[in-house]
């Protein structure tokens, strides 16, 4: 099947599974029913608390930025 990306990706694979004659089975396992579509989608990995790569990656890069700061009436970030 091709890949597809953006929304509604996950019902776009559930219809190319059925065109192909494909009964999907959907399986709910943690780390898997979320991906990055749009930049909310990061924050909601964050907020879902498993241990994935994606979110393990995520964890660095906010620690990484943690540190820069806004001053107050810049919108420019500073460390």
Do not use: C, N, Y
Request: cysteine-free; hydrophobic content about 40%.
């Amino acid at each position: 099947m091709a890949l597809t990306f953006g929304e509604p990706s996950f019902a776009r694979h559930l219809e190319t599974a059925r065109q192909r004659g494909l009964i999907p089975r959907v399986l709910t396992l943690p780390g898997l029913g979320l991906d990055v579509d749009a930049p909310e989608d990061l924050a909601a990995i964050l907020a879902e608390r498993t241990d994935t790569e994606t979110q393990r990656l995520l964890e660095r890069w906010r620690a990484r930025l943690a540190p820069v700061t806004t001053k107050p009436g810049s919108p420019i970030p500073t460390r």
